[in-house]
């Protein structure tokens, strides 16, 4: 099927006379756009925003979802995409209904949606509630571009991040597209990946890293690729302190082992806020605490694998261990204790490095430095040094009682 050609002269595809300007493979033009009968069209299976509800559907069917005919592809995918942003999606169909489709969508020539696919749920939608046709209006890049995923994908990217954002990316879905694209798939480099996008090597490569370790939590949770999984478990914010708090411990074995334990809090999630709670892993690295933290995290992590037993953990597997007092407690007290060891040492440490810190400024000023102050500027310097004179005096006296 040729959107350009055989739709045109049949009439399904209509021009509006509108143009708008895309950069496409870094080249900015003008595209005409076209009204485009929408059973013409369909969803991009690539697309990083739906890519844990397909995950999610071919988990709980046992099926592939591409296997579908179009109409019933369409039409799942329409569900993902209305579920995913109820709110949204709410507001975008209101818009249309009241001012018609403002802002056209882009299509490759063989009908598959490049951008556009909450607006053309809503014109689908639309069309069903009225009985009528639905036309989606949008700009088809007529190129061969649809026989290419890579450059599919980069055209996405392209549009979809490169571009100002209509609506932002779940975070999990990002981490998605890039381990299946740049990590698993090799569809694309990072370089290409940060070139479409406009990310630099240094953002791409801490979202590749975060890519790994959610499918590593997935595997750790016996999911692989269920990513509706780490989706439901928002597990993007703890995920973001893996690669700080792993530089804190000096070999391999330690690495992977505080790994595990960090998957398992995620799991178990012994308080609300998981981000800081796995924050928390590298301040107790190189501390009294390390050693009796990690010995009691194993010990409740034992308790979580067997309980977790040797299927795939599902949300409803996860509420149920979140809800088990005794394997919550045993996380929390774990976690409790190190923190305050590490509070107690920092305690005992401040003293000695505030002092160190005031004679570190104190030796800054030079005796010559008083030549060119005022009376009045001396007067404030020598007030202020009788205060920390006195200060030093109270406290050597503090301490000869403690001797």
Not at 342 to 347: A, M
Request: proline share 3%.
């Amino acid at each position: 099927m040729s959107l350009l050609e055989e739709e045109i002269a049949t009439g399904n595809v209509l021009p509006t006379g509108r143009k708008e300007k895309h950069s496409i493979d870094n080249v900015t033009r003008d595209f005409d756009i076209y009204r485009i009968k929408c059973d013409l069209l369909f969803y991009n299976d690539q697309n990083d925003r739906i890519a844990t509800w397909v995950s999610e559907y071919n988990s709980a069917q046992g099926a592939d979802l591409l296997a579908l005919g179009r109409d019933e592809y369409n039409g799942v995918i329409e569900d993902f995409i209305v579920e995913s942003n109820p709110g949204a999606l709410r507001k975008t169909e209101k818009s249309i209904a009241l001012r018609g489709q403002l802002r056209p969508g882009i299509v490759l020539n063989d009908g598959r949606v490049i951008d556009g696919n909450r607006r053309l749920t809503c014109v689908r939608r639309l069309a069903r509630a009225n009985n009528e046709a639905g036309w989606f209006e949008a700009a088809i890049l007529d190129d061969a571009t649809g026989s290419d995923p890579k450059r599919i994908k980069l055209l996405e990217l392209a549009i979809q991040i490169g571009e100002e954002e209509k609506v932002a990316y779940d975070p999990v879905d990002r981490l998605v597209g890039v381990y299946r694209d740049v990590v698993k798939n090799h569809l694309i480099t990072p370089a290409e990946y940060g070139n479409a996008t406009g990310m630099t090597e240094a953002e791409v490569k801490k979202l590749v890293d975060r890519a790994q370790y959610m499918e590593e939590f997935l595997e750790f949770c016996q999911a692989p690729e269920q990513y509706h999984l780490a989706r439901a478990l928002k597990v993007d914010g703890p995920l973001g302190e893996f690669s700080r708090v792993l530089k804190k411990y000096d070999n391999r074995r330690d690495k992977q082992l505080v790994k595990r334990l960090m998957f398992a809090n995620m799991v178990v999630q012994p308080e609300g806020d998981i981000t800081r709670y796995v924050r928390d892993f590298g301040s107790v690295a190189g501390t009294d605490a390390e050693a009796d933290f990690k010995a009691a995290e194993q010990q409740a992590m034992s308790e979580l694998l067997e309980k977790m037993g040797p299927d795939a953990l599902t949300r409803e597997k996860v509420s149920e261990l979140r809800s088990d007092g005794n394997l919550v407690d045993g996380f929390k007290r774990a976690g409790d204790r190190a923190r305050e060891t590490v509070r107690r040492v920092k305690l005992m440490d401040t003293p000695a490095k505030k002092s160190a810190d005031c004679l570190s400024e104190l030796e800054k000023i030079l005796p010559e430095m008083l030549d060119v102050l005022g009376p009045d500027e001396l007067e404030k310097v020598r007030r202020n040094l009788v205060a920390v004179a006195d200060k030093v005096e109270e406290l050597i006296g503090e301490i000869d009682e403690r001797a």
